[in-house]
């Protein structure tokens, strides 16, 4: 796909459960490594402070994966970034799980920009400068 | 609401994250606890050795969270799980996230009833005496 | 034991592997779940805001186990604290883990009275009323 | 050190806590794939099926890490590993964790040669193919 970010991640020992397999959850965080290697790729961190609005961060409001086929323990999976859609206070992206070029898993996940303030969180616009950059791996541009 | 099957939660500290709050990963790990809580509630397991099928088990093939509000260390949350639909071989379940009453998030799984043979995974129809125990708990009924 | 404190702990899913077993570092979770409700029943908060010298907090700076039998998905374990040392600005807990009343592993954690000042951390000598609870506990009192 | 075996690791998000830094118990997982990175670079898999012996993998009977300095999200930290001490049927490894060159924690892994045989474990020798290669990265060679 045209503008996929990927990495490469290995399936660690302690992410599988006793069925053999990777444990549902840690697709999750292997979508946020994803994404936050997304960030550095575009020289930011997901973190960011010290911007003139404070410190700026992504929490999630939603996210969502679907489970084609089990990974094991030591597998390399390849894992595919999309941009699917920028709006005014968010972003949300595509995440496709490829062991073998062949997908086994397919996530969503939608994070709000957001600042900082000793513990507490307000939503605000996406600045032009990080907007300039997400748009530039917008999946459909 | 009716047919619900409820546990309570606390946030522990490797839940969180550097935001100060539950990392959103952390959702799909209690909404595990949850239905692994409702299994033995039924007087099963979620791992059923044994069966005359052979060791059933559910893994997920689709899974979703929608976050409102974060959750801090220490809190105890109420989590509520509903039955939402029982197909031939798959099972969807809800889960409201409370805290004083109010909800602060909303899942959804979908396992499959699955017949384990030697850490490979075969679907198999839901045995009559587990549907009868989901059915009791349906969220239309 | 004289002056231990215990809670009881169901092993989860997730914190399985494909040996299907409880995970070794998932003891050290499970350690640290025991030392916060500990701090819980003394009236306290292992992250302690607003006191005078500021937020207290308690980083580790070594922690230990032995394993002597695997745990599994959905046993109960009992796990016991007991306050082993207390020195000026450190204290030390001995963790032991029991299965129907037979000791499967046992563990040790020394934690750092630490005042946190925006994201660092600065040792402290514990303030009297809380080494005042502590010495309470104390496995050898 | 001679014969040290090391990887590069960056401090993930969700591996932090609302301390802002690296959960303690995470360094055990650290260690954990370093471990594993030493078995694949040896030609081998810490799980290894298929040998004569039945699957031999590698419990832990005691782990330990003392912690010298904080790690925070997204730093790239060096852990090595070398072979401390090779037993009859156990292997003691110590692992070093370094951030531009300075060593922040120290841990070590004792673990044993076991055979699985359907959810179960015996120790066992450690076969000689296998101790072959462990001694040539003995510490002290």
Excluded at 1 to 18: C, G, K, S, Y
Excluded at 110 to 126: S, W
């Amino acid at each position: 796909m045209p503008n996929e970010f990927t990495i490469e991640r290995r399936v660690q020992f302690a992410e599988t459960d006793l069925a053999g397999v990777l444990h549902f959850s840690n697709y999750y965080r292997m979508m946020e490594e994803l994404e936050h290697a997304f960030w550095r790729s575009l020289g930011e961190s997901v973190v960011a402070r010290g911007m003139k609005e404070g410190t700026i961060s992504w929490p999630r409001v939603a996210t969502s994966c679907e489970y084609k086929e089990p990974a094991r323990f030591e597998e390399v999976l390849e894992l595919a970034l999309a941009v699917a859609k920028i709006g005014n206070r968010s972003v949300t992206y595509e995440v496709t799980f490829r062991r073998d070029g062949r997908t086994i898993a397919i996530g969503s996940m939608t994070a709000v920009c957001t600042i900082m303030h000793h513990g507490h969180f307000e939503r605000a616009a996406i600045p032009d400068s990080i907007r300039a950059k997400l748009e530039s791996h917008l999946a459909s541009a």
